[in-house]
């Protein structure tokens, strides 16, 4: 176990990083065209690029948050269940997550990136296949974070926390 989570720290880090690296990209091709649109100039491909950058720090970030185990889950009803009852429901979770890495993300997506290799992106050196790699890609990176949270669901105990209720009036008089 203790491997899976030292694998689990470097692949975290290094998808934090590549986040990193793609916002500040991003940010600096967006500032960079509205420069140069300000002073009459214009760069088609950086709005080309910051799309794709956009979209590749999106599916990287996903693929991240997974690891991280801090997607969205709407859980405050099956968290009143008994622990083997939330077990099974955070398994089964996880379950569909993977199973929709596995389908949709890796082989649709190496279909996808596999026939769209002899088309060209408008105004960059790049195909359109060579952009759609990053599906299967991180379809394998979640696919992967799946079972490690699925062994880390089978193999802990659940953490019942009785939740108070919210009192909306106290967040509304804080000012939240």
């Known amino acids: 176990m ?3 989570s030292v694998f689990q720290r470097v692949v ?5 990083w590549v986040c990193i690296v793609l916002f500040a990209l991003l940010v600096i091709l ?13 760069n088609a491909w950086t709005e080309a690029m910051a799309r794709i950058i956009f979209i590749w720090q999106g599916i990287i970030g ?6 991280e185990n801090d997607d969205v889950a709407i859980d405050f009803l ?3 269940f008994p622990a083997a009852v939330v077990k099974f429901f955070e398994v089964l979770a996880h379950s569909i997550v993977g199973f929709f890495a596995v389908w949709v993300m890796i082989m649709g997506g190496w279909r996808l990136a ?3 290799f002899d088309q060209t992106v408008e105004l960059l ?3 359109q296949g060579q952009i759609y790699l990053i599906l299967p890609v991180t379809g394998i990176l979640i696919a992967i974070y799946c079972i490690l949270n699925i062994i880390k669901a089978v193999t802990s105990e659940v953490k019942i926390v009785a939740e108070e209720d919210i009192d909306l009036a106290s967040i509304q008089e804080e000012g939240i």
């Not at 065209?33 to 300000?38: A, D, G, L, N, P």
Request: cysteine-free; charged content about 20%.
């Open 62 to 67: 996903a693929a991240y948050v997974i690891g």
């Open 78 to 80: 099956v968290r009143k």
């Open 2 to 4: 203790k491997a899976f």
């Open 30 to 42: 967006v500032v960079y065209q509205v420069v140069i649109r300000s002073f009459g100039g214009g």
């Open 114 to 116: 596999d026939s769209a």
């Open 12 to 16: 975290d880090a290094i998808l934090r």
């Open 125 to 127: 050196p790049f195909s």
